[in-house]
């Protein structure tokens, strides 16, 4: 019987925050914030410089921070400039890039799915949390079987 390999996509919808998850998002945000102008004014467009430059720093200044939401906070950062110089060639863009969003990239390091259980572990700064609601789809992985490039998102939801 053959097998097939998929990629799983989850969007996290908790009902309620959970503690220090706020925290975590705006943290992170300004970690990207800092490093796309990191990478805006000293025109640095490879993910491993940018990283190599920053990374001590970032690691004095966020000590409880896990060390691989610095090394994702560089690839979205990463990702946004070069996006930025693009579209400012063709006159789409003015002035410096900001990241806005509440979204948190997460690599394998920073969360484990049990599927069976309907669980996801998040790691965080005071810990990791576990949540039990979230949906997810279907998606072949690369011709490895790899998710490798294609890290989950956290999106943070805001209660009104």
């Known amino acids: 019987m053959p097998f097939e390999t998929i990629k799983l996509t989850a969007k ?8 220090g998850l706020d925290d975590l998002f705006s943290a992170y945000r300004e970690i990207v914030n800092f490093l796309i102008s990191y990478a805006y004014e000293n025109k640095v467009t490879s993910l491993y410089r940018l990283k190599k430059e920053t990374y001590n720093g970032l690691r004095r200044e966020y000590p409880g921070l896990p060390s691989h939401y610095l090394y994702t906070a ?14 400012r060639k063709k006159g789409k863009a003015k002035g410096k890039p900001v990241f806005k969003k509440g979204v948190i990239m997460l690599d394998d390091h920073l969360f484990k799915l049990d599927l069976e259980a309907g669980v996801v572990k ?5 810990g990791r949390i576990q949540r039990g609601e979230f949906s997810f789809s279907r998606k072949p992985a690369n011709e490895n079987g790899r998710l490798k490039g294609h890290p989950l998102q956290l999106f943070q939801r805001f209660q009104k």
């Open 12 to 19: 996290f919808k908790p009902k309620e925050t959970p503690e």
């Open 74 to 87: 560089c690839q979205m950062a990463t990702t946004i400039y070069k996006s930025f110089r693009k579209r």
């Open 122 to 126: 998040l790691s965080t700064p005071s």
